[in-house]
């Protein structure tokens, strides 16, 4: 089953590159296993923050002072799903940085 799950694992973060808000929601709804569960939680807020964060810094890129912001959270919404799919095809828990600490 844990294999099982190691997969499941990989697409919920790699879902962030092509369905970031409804493969986690339907993973969340659909699946049993509390771990993944919360770690589908985890991706589902991680996006919106992400999202959140890109947007704002999007309008204060129109001052200038957006674009430093923009870069390091475009690079984090790039990153920190690789880094989720490595860890989990080492069949390792990882927790979403930001908002791995509000879900258990």
């Known amino acids: 089953m844990e294999q099982d799950n190691k997969w499941i694992k990989v697409v919920l973060h790699s879902s962030a590159y092509y369905l970031p808000i409804l493969l986690p929601l339907l993973f969340m709804?659909?699946?049993?296993?509390?771990?993944?569960?919360?770690?589908?939680?985890?991706?589902?807020?991680?996006?919106?923050?992400?999202?959140?964060?890109?947007?704002?810094?999007?309008?204060?890129?129109?001052?200038?002072?957006g674009i430093p912001f923009l870069i390091v959270f475009g690079l984090m919404g790039f990153i920190v799903p690789?880094?989720?799919?490595?860890?989990?095809?080492?069949?390792?828990?990882?927790?979403?940085?930001i908002v791995g600490r509000w879900v258990k």
Not at 82 to 97: D, T
Request: glycine share 6%; hydrophobic share 55%.
């Open 29 to 65: 709804l659909l699946i049993d296993d509390s771990r993944v569960k919360s770690l589908s939680l985890q991706a589902l807020l991680f996006q919106i923050v992400m999202s959140i964060l890109i947007g704002i810094s999007v309008v204060f890129s129109y001052v200038l002072i």
């Open 82 to 97: 690789i880094i989720g799919i490595i860890r989990a095809l080492q069949g390792e828990y990882w927790n979403y940085p």
